[in-house]
């Protein structure tokens, strides 16, 4: 969703992964009712137009967060380390205490409900985080060394008793060094440790002979050898296991201590809800600075998209300061004109519009500004679309049949407030059938679902609803100059056109199909053999429907004198000569 070229990657100026997941909800799930939207777009204006200095402030503590959302489920799920932990208790208490400074500045220059209920709201919500702050030992909790975890003991008695059991052994150890130093006749004697071994008794292999026969020898050198007498060894034993259980019991009080923490999970999690609330709507302020943008008047129970020289959002940034975009304006309305069927040449930038109608509406319903000039977005239910080509290797389905499998659940599950996009329906099959397929769909849309429709056909035929339902669908088409080349009066070779790329009312009466063969660089022998067999399918579809208008008229006709008249302008010239 975020890959270059989707709305997401247009709309996303966020600076923290949470504010990121975020806005793509908001994408996926666009709102439903005005006051949602207008409490948002009122947030964004006063970000966008603000001159004060706190908006930037509460930006920039949003520079450079860590993931605390995901971290603070870690915590939940008990599978974060202490580093982890500290990491995010640290960052929600500093958090905690410089929104907790900017709050009078906050009271008396954030104004819209959405922004102040929020950012006063964290402070309050975080408040208890900074208890468990106090409790850990920063050190020990960087290098997870959980025996050293905890400050102060007073709340973890089990943990306070192992460490009080090792200190009397570490006692006894000690005191027993002063009969070491009587055995081995050493009174500087001390305990020595190497390779983890402790508590070792180094003498001197001059001095061997000294030790008692029941000296256990754990290590030696040329120089010396290191021995623990039998008490040593009773009471290194004894310590080891209170370590191994120290150890244990440390674990066991660190869940609990997540436990206890994960009490104000939800608070803690709605805090952090708000400061990706907070992330998304700068970044859509950020995307209303681009230029050219306006806020959209979104409105409930209105069955209508106008918007007023609109601009796709993702190719108005792709090109940039290029300016080249040509905006083109849409008008539908269940009061009017609710359907727009669309022709054009191939290439000419009908996708691209529709397209871009369906993604202005979805700005509109997260609270976004919109590309265009003017825009009033009547809230739909759904946007459903029917666009492209691809078969279907792992289920089985080929390429008609995915199209005709989208289009049924459309059917099904499309409203009156729908926007329903169908782009060149029909074209997986035979021009019979796919005709037949598209017309009998389309004013499927127009009688029964009502729904705003945009749709997208190479079909003339397609094009003869607007006489059936002259109020209700509009035709259209991308409009193109076509560029006649210099040739022989034999010679026939494809057109070249420019494309407007301006919606214009009206059919276009051919795809220009050739044109884009031209661009594919189609060798021109192929070109000028296919610009021929185009002209003569062409005459002959042209010569059909002559003689069916010929045949309406006749049935018109009851004058015999008018009938004979109608007989001699049907005949071809050279057969009147001729006498027939």
């Keep these: ?258 436990d206890h923490f994960s009490e104000h999970y939800h608070p803690v999690s709605k805090a952090i809800g708000h400061l990706a609330t907070i992330d998304c709507l700068f970044s859509l302020a950020q995307v209303a600075k681009q230029g050219d943008y306006c806020r959209p008047t979104v409105q409930d129970n209105r069955q209508e998209i106008i918007i007023k020289n609109g601009r796709h959002p993702v190719i108005d940034v792709l090109l940039g300061e290029q300016d080249q975009y040509v905006p083109n304006t849409t008008n539908l309305s269940g009061d009017g004109e609710r359907v727009m069927i669309i022709t054009g040449p191939n290439m000419g930038g009908k996708s691209s519009y529709i397209k871009q109608v369906a993604l202005i509406t979805v700005m509109a319903q997260i609270g976004s500004y919109v590309p265009a000039e003017e825009s009033t977005i009547g809230i739909v239910d759904g946007i459903f679309t029917r666009m492209g080509a691809a078969d279907n290797i792992y289920k089985g389905r080929s390429t008609f049949m995915e199209e005709l499998t989208d289009t049924a659940e459309i059917i099904r599950k499309a409203t009156s407030r729908s926007l329903v996009i169908l782009d060149e329906l029909g074209r997986g099959t035979s021009t019979h059938d796919g005709i037949a397929i598209a017309y009998a769909t389309l004013e499927h849309f127009i009688r029964d679902v009502e729904s705003l429709t945009l749709f997208v056909t190479h079909y003339p035929s397609v094009c003869e609803l607007e006489k059936v339902y002259p109020e209700k669908v509009g035709n259209y088409h991308m409009a193109f100059l076509v560029n006649e080349e210099e040739r022989s009066e034999d010679e026939e070779n494809p057109e070249f056109i420019t494309f407007l790329y301006q919606i214009t009312k009206g059919v276009s009466a051919r795809s220009y199909g050739l044109n884009v063969a031209k661009l594919a660089e189609i060798p021109e022998e192929i070109l000028k053999k296919a610009a021929h067999k185009s002209k003569e399918l062409e005459t002959i579809v042209n010569m059909k429907r002559k003689k069916l208008k010929s045949f309406a008229e006749i049935w018109k006709i009851n004058d015999s004198q008018e009938l004979k008249k109608w007989k001699s302008m049907c005949e071809p010239e050279d057969e009147r000569k001729d006498g027939f």
């Design 1 to 258: 969703l975020k890959t270059k070229g989707s709305l997401l990657w247009v709309l996303d100026h966020t600076k923290t992964s949470f504010g990121r997941r975020r806005l793509k909800k908001w994408v996926t799930q666009p709102l439903m009712k005005s006051s949602e939207i207008n409490a948002r777009l009122d947030a964004v204006s006063e970000i966008l137009m603000s001159e004060s200095s706190v908006f930037g402030q509460i930006r920039n503590l949003l520079c450079k967060l860590p993931d605390i959302e995901r971290g603070l489920c870690s915590v939940f799920h008990k599978k974060c380390s202490t580093q982890e932990f500290f990491l995010i208790v640290s960052t929600l208490s500093r958090l905690d205490f410089e929104i907790q400074a900017l709050v009078p500045v906050i009271h008396s220059h954030v104004k819209t409900p959405l922004l102040q209920n929020a950012l006063l709201e964290i402070p309050e919500l975080l408040s208890p985080v900074k208890h468990y702050l106090k409790i850990l030992n920063e050190e020990a909790a960087k290098t997870g060394d959980k025996t050293q975890l905890f400050k102060d003991l007073t709340d973890f008695p089990i943990i306070r008793k192992k460490k009080e059991e090792i200190l009397d052994v570490l006692s006894k150890i000690q005191l027993h060094l002063p009969d070491i130093r009587k055995q081995i006749r050493n009174p500087s004697a001390e305990y020595v440790t190497v390779s983890g071994q402790e508590f070792l008794i180094e003498v001197k292999n001059s001095h061997k002979s000294s030790v008692p026969s029941d000296w256990v020898m754990i290590s030696s050198t040329k120089a010396v050898s290191r021995f623990h007498s039998p008490f040593i060894i009773e009471n290194y034993r004894h310590l080891n296991q209170l370590r191994e259980q120290l150890v244990l019991d440390c674990s066991a009080e660190w869940l609990n201590f997540l």
